[in-house]
């Protein structure tokens, strides 16, 4: 195969993450010869086998550093940025990550005439006041002025085998007989299947999306928080009870956990801001057609996936009786 006839390359930031790594898997089956770029490559090998042989490559990259971006996305046709944090760590700031890295990964797409796809979040808004939501949004304007036919995509809470919501409160519910419910619980979701994220994600690759919109990315069920735990206790055949924790009581604990050092807090206060809002597709997404449906692809049930993965937090996992909780 000469030089000319290679696959076209798409070079994925935070594609070692959770959404990314699907993303990888997708684009892998659909022939790309992929460039994961990611501050840690000796930390990404359990990429390799998602693909062919040389099919995957991963490099180093930071998008702090405006440098490592360029190199990564030279020679592509195509960039998928994953990147994004739920809490800040060191130099690993929200306006570092998500703001800056995205205006800096959509500019140097745009240097190497390469297509953008972009993965922000339900929530992203300039004027939040949450820095998670604030940078978020930023970022989309910055990128849609540098890249205008970029494909933009906000989803929902995202589930899957790796996620950090159902398998965090999973992991609660095995340490702890209470699980708190913030603000009441009473926040709604709409979770997202990680493999209906990363297949939209592929499309837009495919350009089979049209650039320059938002689109917002939700599942078939519309869940309140209360909702989501009782299907993770569900899953996980446990009946822990609940306990509503008003916004200001959690936040305080999110900034007391905040300065323990060295150790992820299990809330913070912008977190607590986020969810004071609903985290749904808008009414105005829906009537457009920017959504999964939009896109032709089916949303998936959470019910029908959670069971796969939350088996490992049952009392005693496979081997617990179907139906019966402890």
Do not use: W
């Not at 076209?8 to 997708?26: E, I, Q």
């Not at 994953?82 to 929200?94: A, D, K, P």
């Not at 409160?169 to 709604?188: E, N, Q, W």
């Not at 009581?249 to 299990?266: D, E, K, R």
């Amino acid at each position: 195969m000469t030089l000319a006839n290679l696959p076209p390359l798409v070079t994925v930031f935070g594609g070692s993450g959770f959404v990314g790594r699907h993303v990888v898997g997708a684009l892998a089956k659909r022939g790309y010869r992929i460039r994961v770029a990611v501050r840690r490559p000796d930390l990404a090998g359990f990429l390799q086998p998602l693909g062919n042989v040389g099919q995957i490559s991963v490099v180093q990259a930071n998008l702090r550093y405006r440098n490592s971006i360029d190199r990564a996305v030279d020679g592509a046709s195509h960039v998928v940025n994953c990147v994004g944090i739920l809490h800040e760590t060191g130099r690993n700031t929200f306006d570092a990550v998500q703001e800056f890295g995205g205006r800096a990964v959509a500019e140097a797409a745009r240097n190497a005439g390469a297509s953008l796809a972009h993965i922000s979040a339900i929530g992203a808004n300039a004027n939040s006041d949450s820095d998670y939501g604030r940078t978020k949004g930023r970022a989309e304007t910055a990128i849609l002025s540098i890249k205008p036919d970029a494909v933009i995509f906000r989803p929902s809470i995202v589930f899957g085998p790796e996620d950090s919501f159902f398998n965090k409160f999973a992991d609660m519910a095995r340490m702890s007989p209470v699980l708190p419910l913030v603000g009441g619980g009473k926040t709604k979701f709409q979770p997202v299947y990680v493999e209906d994220v990363a297949e939209a994600v592929a499309r837009a690759v495919d350009g089979k999306v049209a650039g320059g919109k938002v689109y917002e990315l939700g599942g078939p069920e519309v869940l309140s928080f209360r909702e989501c735990l009782e299907m993770m206790l569900k899953a996980t055949r446990r009946k822990n009870s609940f306990i509503s924790l008003p916004f200001g009581v959690a936040s305080l604990i999110g900034s007391i956990a905040s300065l323990v050092p060295f150790v992820t807090p299990p809330i913070t206060p912008d977190q607590v801001r986020l969810l004071k809002r609903d985290n749904v597709v808008s009414a105005e997404a829906e009537a457009e057609g920017r959504t999964l449906k939009g896109l032709g692809i089916a949303p998936t049930m959470p019910a029908s996936v959670l069971d796969s993965y939350l088996v490992q937090y049952r009392p005693h996992g496979q081997y617990t009786g179907s139906g019966k909780a402890a």
